[in-house]
């Protein structure tokens, strides 16, 4: 099995800076890309950053020039550098990545894995 395990979520006041964590840890063999995503109450899960085994980044609009995301292979770890938050970033954040793994049949396939969130609260 793969996990992914979510780390730095946390209260913060408006202009402050977070760091959030995801560790990927077992089956696998390869991961490709790694994002981020978050989820306001009664609001559906958006893109916050993606970013490929390549290093290639994308960002949503409203978080350009505030987040970085950043990984590092040697670890399966994906970071979201979030600075100059706002209120309205306010949301569960869950990391997701593309992982090429393989069943105890000796089978390989890709999947896509989630973590289990973490909350993020900025206060005004």
């Known amino acids: 099995q793969v996990q992914l395990l979510e780390s730095g979520g946390g209260l913060v006041q408006a202009g402050g800076s977070l760091r959030l964590s995801c560790a990927a840890s077992?089956?696998?063999?390869?991961?490709?890309?790694m994002g981020w995503y978050l989820q306001g109450p009664g609001n559906k899960r958006e893109l916050v950053a993606g970013?490929?085994?390549?290093?290639?980044?994308n960002y949503a609009d409203p978080v350009k020039g505030r987040f970085t995301i950043s990984r590092d292979n040697a670890k399966n770890t994906v970071y979201l550098q979030m600075s100059s938050l706002k209120p309205e970033d306010t949301a569960v954040y869950y990391c997701?990545?593309?992982?090429?793994?393989?069943?105890?049949?000796?089978?390989?396939?890709?999947?896509?894995?989630w973590g289990q969130g973490t909350q993020v609260t900025v206060s005004s």
């Open positions: 997701n990545a593309d992982i090429l793994t393989y069943s105890t049949g000796g089978s390989y396939y890709t999947a896509r894995y």
């Open positions: 970013i490929t085994s390549g290093g290639s980044t």
């Open positions: 077992g089956s696998i063999v390869n991961i490709n890309t």
